[in-house]
Every structure is written in structure tokens, then in C-alpha cells.
């Protein structure tokens, strides 16, 4: 089994910046994904890199803002926020899986308890 841990999350105003970081207890052979959710609204994705490092998606809200990279001798993921938005505002949980990489949650079969990022305007 694979567990995920999220960190880093917290308050910041608009414009700030925030890095979360996954911890996995597995070996470092999974496609990881980032996704949030908000209040009242569905999980939606946020960023997908392939087990290798080399394919990455993004989802449009958050191009040229967010960056996801991973360390896999100290099995981390990390999702680097800046310019971050009120609308960015959500629970921000890590994901894992062997079926492909993307922005469809059906991909991954691990997940993080999610942590909180909270953006004030």
C-alpha cells in the first residue's frame, strides 16, 4: 500500500506564495497529481507529472503560476504556488497512481487527507 502525507499549507494574502509538499511511503514509481477542492464545489485538478518527471499537465487556472516537481531519493512531491488568487482559496490533496498520468481522478488510486490554502483578497 501507499500512504500520502500533504504539507505546507497556511494563510497568505493575494499575491503570496506557498509550497506543499507530499510525503509517500512507497517507492517513488507513481504518476502524481495534485488536485483541490473548495467550498461547495467539486475536486478539480490542479497538476499531473508522470513517474519519470518528464510529462507534466497543468490545468489552465494555474499555468505559469503553480509548478509541480518531485525529489525521489527523499520520496517527496512538491506543488510550488505563486501569485496565488482568492479563487485559489481550497483544500489542496496529493495523488497516486499506475495508470497513466493527467487530470482524470479516475488515474490515480492513492490519496492524501488534503491541506488547507487559504488566500485572502
Known amino acids: 500500500q501507499v500512504q500520502l502525507s500533504e504539507s505546507g499549507g497556511g494563510l497568505v494574502q493575494a499575491g503570496g506564495s506557498l509550497r506543499l509538499s507530499c510525503a509517500t511511503s512507497?517507492?517513488?514509481?507513481?504518476?502524481m497529481g495534485w488536485f483541490r477542492q473548495a467550498p461547495g464545489k467539486d475536486r478539480e485538478f490542479v497538476a499531473a507529472?508522470?513517474?519519470?518527471?518528464?510529462?507534466?499537465e497543468y490545468a489552465d487556472s494555474v499555468k505559469g503560476r503553480f509548478t509541480i516537481s518531485r525529489d525521489n531519493a527523499r520520496n517527496l512531491v512538491f506543488l510550488q504556488m505563486n501569485s496565488l488568487k482568492p479563487e485559489d482559496t481550497a483544500v489542496y490533496y496529493c495523488a497516486a497512481g499506475t495508470g497513466g498520468y493527467g487530470s482524470a481522478a479516475r488515474l490515480y488510486d492513492y490519496w492524501g487527507q488534503g491541506t488547507q490554502v487559504s488566500v485572502s483578497s
Open positions: 512507497g517507492r517513488n514509481i507513481y504518476n
Open positions: 507529472l508522470s513517474w519519470a518527471g518528464r510529462g507534466i
